[in-house]
């Protein structure tokens, strides 16, 4: 027998919601299977199976949210008698009535919802106050919304009088001035982790404006080729994470963190870079990322970035960062000046390159510039160290001489 726990998705991650099963107890599943599906505030993911066998006893009912660690199901061979999922909640009777019944007193809801729920009731413009939650704590789960939405589309219609089928219009309800809606799984998490990372670090940011002209050409050069040949484009954020590595070597103390009054120098680089989602963000990490060309760099983060957007992310690549790279330029931010994101001491933005006049010497010349912004922890970062890691970058793009191919 094999215990399915929940997994640990990040060094700060603490719990995970379990949004979905994707077996059913009785049914057989593979090894690296997509067993169930769970939202934490660093991704929301399908969670492969441990192992081979028949999904025999399923521990924790879809919306519910557990520790890291706990055993959520078990896994066997067949033999045992397969546990039967937790009874659904039976459905409220029916009952036809020919005026609309009294507004009800909206229920306390009792703790977090599941994306998936959050979704089902967006979808079909439905109140979750009015569904009675069967789930631990009175949560409200999936099968609570499909049983609440077949409800009533199997409610009749009350059929209006002969003498009473000459349209009337209905009373004009008053719009509802604001909107109330939880946070999901992965938003309250980010919030608190953002809260967190400022009480921790003392924030400081400096930035440097980037000649990227250089970079531009070579991208120009190699970008056909790159796209026919690997089937992707060719983007600044390789360049960027190539500069960023060699920085990381020359100056170690920005690629440590800080344990109580001790620092911990970390021996490899392994660059996360923050990628954005529908309803949240994820930073997934490029391991050994001072040993890979631009050509690998691209495809790591075309990787991570399409199976983050997939949730099809591994437990083990969102964690073990050891600095962070804020590609916001992507949206057509010039400047800004991102968290750090913790246990590391620092965090590069990128801001967009554009084509810009600037004066080289004594005359106006069109450059391809960008602005990178440097955010560290004063605590062991001090204001010297980090322009000088900046303009380490910096000197490295605006000089590119490597081959992309």
Known sequence: MTDVVMPQMGESIVEGTLT?????????????????????DKVDTEIPSPAAGVLSEVLVVEGTTV????????IGDGVEAAAAPPPAAAPPPLVAAPA??????????????????????????IALARIKGSGAGGRITKQDVEAYIAQQSAAPAAAAPVEARVPVPPPRAEQA??????????????????????????HVTTIHKVDMT??????????DDFQSRYGMSLTYLPFVTRATAEALRAFPLLNASIDGNNIVYHNEIHIGIA???????????????????VVGLQRAIVDLAAR??????????????TFSISNFGGFGSVIATPVINQPQVAILGVGVVEKTPVVIDDAIAIRSICYLSLSF???????????????RIKTVLENWSEEVL
């Open 20 to 40: 979905r099963w994707l077996k059913k107890p009785g049914e057989r599943v593979e090894r690296d299977e997509p067993l169930f599906e769970i939202s934490t």
């Open 67 to 74: 520790g890291i660690n706990t055993v959520v199901a078990r």
């Open 100 to 125: 609309p019944p009294p507004v009800e007193a909206a229920p306390e809801e009792s703790g977090p919802l599941s994306p998936l729920v959050r979704r089902m009731a967006r979808e079909h413009g």
């Open 177 to 202: 001035k604001i909107r109330v809606e939880p946070m999901s799984t992965m938003r309250a998490r980010i919030a608190e982790h953002m809260v967190l990372s400022k009480r921790t670090s003392a």
């Open 214 to 223: 250089k970079v531009a050409k070579a991208r120009a050069k190699a970008k």
């Open 275 to 293: 990628v954005a989602l529908e309803n949240g963000l994820i930073v997934p990490v490029i391991r050994h990322a001072g040993e890979k060309n």
């Open 308 to 321: 983050a957007r997939s949730r099809q992310l591994k437990p083990d690549e969102v964690q073990g960062g």
């Open 377 to 391: 922890d004063h605590r062991l970062i001090d204001g010297a160290l980090g322009d000088q890691f900046t303009h």
